[in-house]
């Protein structure tokens, strides 16, 4: 079974050399990707940037036109932290429309990967915390519209809580948010997830571990779920600059082979996007991103055959690009 990675150029844009926030991990990731040969038939699908109609479907139309239009309000701009100009519009919108393409190719080959995704703290009203879109939230909502899933598991393991997504999906029973993160960690008002594990400092790979293997069973028995998306942050780790669960490399590996394997043992397709990781040292950030990548590769080859429900879904892909024959347009 082959892994389909998905990756678009925009998704480094330009930031001062100061910023908080590491852009250049997401080339990084992509060339490292490459020199690993991870890639099969040589090449990256590339998506199309998310249209304005994709992106309304998880947030208020207000403010996606403020993002499209580069017409953020200030408080809103500090809120999410990058200066809002065309480049980062698009850069939200090509990651956006990347996790929408990750989701159908995970239906249809069982297990998909982004090079980017996971904004899980930008909720319905506007962006925050380095999150201008939620992808996830955006990409589920899509494929709804579209029929081609009706309900959707999220496992959010980035060191912190899935706020933005919690947001969205409140009140949704066809879509169940899981968040497991450092109790102590941004954001400090964090908005309920149908469940919440939150973690203490210093929580370390064993005890980590128990949690996440005591609660998958659980999760995946809820419902029939047509698709699960999995959040790989990589900030647990214990050298991270925003973590605080001192998770290892070790650690981190068997987290992401524990919940793709116990997934797709499960006969469900998982889409995978990137998350947080923060570093000055941008190497070892993408060399740390690209563990997701490892895994998934190493998982679907390790398949016999792909997930049932990409045999019932018809997904054609012209240039690179997700289209179908009714809401997703040319």
């Known amino acids: 079974m082959m892994l389909p990675i998905v990756y678009h150029p925009a998704y480094c844009a330009d930031l001062p050399a100061n910023h908080r926030f590491p852009m250049d991990k997401f080339r990084a ?24 109609e994709w992106v309304a479907l998880a947030h208020d139309p207000v403010y996606v036109d403020q993002v499209f239009n580069a017409d953020v309000p200030e408080k809103i701009v500090r809120e999410i932290g990058f200066p809002m100009r065309e480049d980062i519009s698009l850069r939200a919108r090509c990651a956006t429309g990347g996790t929408v393409l990750t989701g159908y190719l995970a239906l249809e080959h069982g297990i998909a990967c982004n090079t980017a995704g996971g904004s899980h703290h930008a909720r319905w009203r506007h962006g925050a915390g380095f999150c201008v879109f939620n992808d996830v939230a955006v990409a589920i909502r899509v494929m709804q519209a579209d029929g081609a899933i009706r309900k959707a598991l999220v496992i959010d393991l980035d060191v912190h809580q899935g706020d933005g997504t919690a947001d969205i999906f409140q009140g949704d029973g066809d879509v169940f948010t899981f968040s497991m993160h450092s109790a102590k960690n941004y954001p400090v008002r964090k908005v309920p997830s149908h469940l919440d594990i939150g973690l203490p400092d210093l929580t370390g790979d064993e005890a980590y571990l128990k949690h996440l293997e005591q609660v998958l069973p659980e999760l995946l028995g809820k419902e029939n779920w047509n698709l699960v998306f999995y959040n790989a942050g990589v900030d647990p780790y214990v050298d991270d600059r925003l973590g605080r669960l001192a998770l290892t490399r070790e650690g981190l590996r068997r987290r992401d082979r524990t919940v793709i394997e116990t997934v797709r043992n499960a006969g469900l397709p998982l889409a995978g996007v990137l998350g947080g990781g923060y570093s000055t040292d941008i190497e070892e950030l993408a060399d740390r991103h690209v563990t997701l990548h490892r895994t998934a590769r190493a998982v679907a080859m390790d398949a016999s055959s792909s997930v049932s429900a990409g045999e019932r879904l018809s997904v054609r892909l012209k240039d690179r690009m997700v289209v179908s024959d009714d809401y997703l347009g040319n």
């Open 29 to 52: 990731v992509a060339d490292l990707i490459r020199k690993e040969n991870l890639l099969d038939e040589g090449s990256f699908f590339r998506p199309r940037p998310a249209p304005f």
